[in-house]
């Protein structure tokens, strides 16, 4: 009997307490939203302070609607202080003067965005001849670094989703990677306000549908929408390359051309499991013998200026030239054909010949990537590779072969 009496009146006394607490509170609701009403705004930081202090009252988090509760005594005055990241921080005031025990104050804030961009990306294959729907992909591994700061921005493992936003902030240059088995893997380097570029990138590729709302604020803030295109990795598989072109009857690396070969070093470099061949193809203009030749001895420069301006492992790329053995169109011996049509099969390929069972990058983060490289070329600047010319010879034989 006597615990009982003792239970009874522990709970009298936490009852009378609570009473005391409904009756010396008022509750506070707040919304928080975005400028110009565009949405509210979710696990946004709001923090109550005293109106002439530092002292800390209370502190929550806005819901998925954006709403917020928090009780606050009554007869008193307070500052409201939201923070989210990529908002201006806001403060607000708030009043519990003249209330009563139980009764209800309403905050309504309005936050606004730091300059800045969102990027917001769906992920799908390229689109081939006359496909007007693309193939988006899933699951795939994304990775945002901040080079500027040094700092791991979004990781997104196995993202369920094929689309993605982040905010790029100006003064930064981001590195994004996105990774997924069966594809090849794809880096995009963001400049954003830095040396003039208000948003720059570089390997981006096709953009659809394209930059929307871009402009407001003064160029300051807006929304990319972008189409980041992963190509499938299948062996066998041949891909053009574009601009590698050729002196006449020469085969040393243009400047022109050495534009591409660098942009096929960067895609190498985040590939380093797949195994390439690096094939020549002439028109049919000149000696079968004679074409065979020369796009041998161009496939070869092409090679030696990717071995020796990177650190691409020589094994695990090939040169060969077809000279006039695989045209694309029917301009074959004895064809007369346009130049246009010529050039057609004029070109430089890269095939697949095979993937590495091991991956070196597969069990990497693109932070570690990021930092391994810059150790390597810190080393490449102190000890720079014998990169020597590739000797050039002119083929004195057929005189119409370009």
Same mark, same amino acid.
């Given at each position: 009997?006597?615990i009982l009496?003792t ?5 009298? &006394?936490l009852?009378? *307490?609570?009473?005391t ?7 506070l ?12 705004i979710k696990?946004?930081k ?5 109106k ?6 209370g ?5 998925? @609607?954006?709403?917020?509760?928090i ?9 409201i202080?939201? /923070?989210k ?12 003067f003249? =209330? =009563?025990a139980?009764?209800k ?8 965005r730091?300059?800045? !961009?969102?990027?917001?990306?769906t992920?799908?294959?390229? =689109?081939?001849?006359?496909e ?8 795939a591994r994304?990775? +945002?670094?901040?080079?500027?700061s $040094? ?7 196995n993202? #369920? %989703? #094929? ?9 930064? %240059? !981001?590195t ?5 088995g069966?594809y090849?893997?794809?880096?995009i /380097?963001?400049? +954003? ?8 990138f ?13 402009m407001?604020h003064g160029?300051?803030?807006g ?13 066998? *598989?041949t891909?053009k390359?574009?601009?590698?072109y050729?002196? !006449?009857?020469?085969w040393? &690396? ?11 070093v960067?895609?190498l470099k985040?590939?380093p499991?797949?195994? +390439? ?7 049919s203009r ?20 990717i071995?020796?301006t $990177?650190?691409?492992? *020589?094994?695990?790329?090939v040169? =060969? ?6 045209f694309?169109?029917?301009c074959k ?7 246009q049509k010529?050039q057609e099969?004029?070109r430089?390929?890269l ?7 091991? @991956?070196?990058?597969? @069990? ?6 990021? /930092? ?10 102190t000890? #720079?590779l @014998?990169?020597?010319p590739?000797?050039? *010879?002119e ?5 119409n %072969?370009?």
């Amino acid at each position: 009997m006597k615990i009982l009496k003792t239970t009874l009146f522990c709970a009298a &006394i936490l009852s009378a *307490q609570f009473t005391t607490h409904a009756q010396e509170t008022v509750n506070l609701e707040g919304y928080v939203y975005e400028v110009n009403n565009r949405g509210y705004i979710k696990n946004v930081k709001v923090t109550i302070l005293k109106k002439n202090s530092d002292d800390v009252v209370g502190e929550t988090k806005t819901n998925k @609607d954006g709403i917020f509760n928090i009780d606050l005594p009554r007869g008193k005055e307070f500052r409201i202080i939201v /923070e989210k990241k990529l908002f201006i921080k806001k403060e607000e005031s708030v009043s519990t003067f003249g =209330k =009563k025990a139980g009764d209800k104050v309403f905050s309504k804030i309005i936050m606004e965005r730091k300059p800045g !961009y969102i990027f917001d990306v769906t992920i799908a294959e390229p =689109k081939r001849n006359g496909e007007s729907v693309v193939n988006a992909i899933d699951s795939a591994r994304i990775e +945002v670094y901040n080079n500027t700061s $040094s700092k791991e921005e979004l990781v997104l493992l196995n993202w #369920p %989703h #094929p689309t993605f936003k982040f905010t790029f902030e100006p003064g930064n %240059h !981001y590195t994004i990677m996105i990774r997924h088995g069966g594809y090849f893997n794809k880096r995009i /380097e963001a400049y +954003v306000n830095v040396e003039g570029c208000i948003l720059c990138f570089d390997g981006l590729g096709t953009v659809e549908p394209g930059v929307v709302d871009i402009m407001s604020h003064g160029l300051k803030m807006g929304t990319f929408l972008a189409n980041i295109e992963l190509e499938p990795l299948k062996l066998n *598989q041949t891909y053009k390359l574009n601009n590698i072109y050729y002196d !006449y009857d020469k085969w040393a &690396i243009r400047p022109d051309a050495q534009i591409e070969l660098d942009n096929l070093v960067s895609i190498l470099k985040d590939n380093p499991a797949v195994i +390439v061949e690096l094939g020549s193809h002439t028109d049919s203009r000149g000696r079968d013998f004679y074409n065979l030749e020369l796009s041998e001895k161009r496939a070869k420069a092409a090679v030696d200026y990717i071995v020796s301006t $990177s650190v691409i492992n *020589q094994e695990n790329i090939v040169s =060969k030239g077809y000279g006039e053995t695989q045209f694309v169109n029917a301009c074959k011996n004895g064809v007369v054909c346009s130049e246009q049509k010529h050039q057609e099969n004029r070109r430089t390929e890269l095939k697949v010949l095979g993937i590495s069972e091991i @991956d070196p990058l597969e @069990d990497k983060s693109l932070k570690q990537i990021i /930092e391994e490289e810059k150790v390597i070329e810190e080393i490449m600047e102190t000890d #720079p590779l @014998d990169v020597k010319p590739v000797e050039e *010879q002119e083929i004195l034989l057929d005189t119409n %072969h370009k």
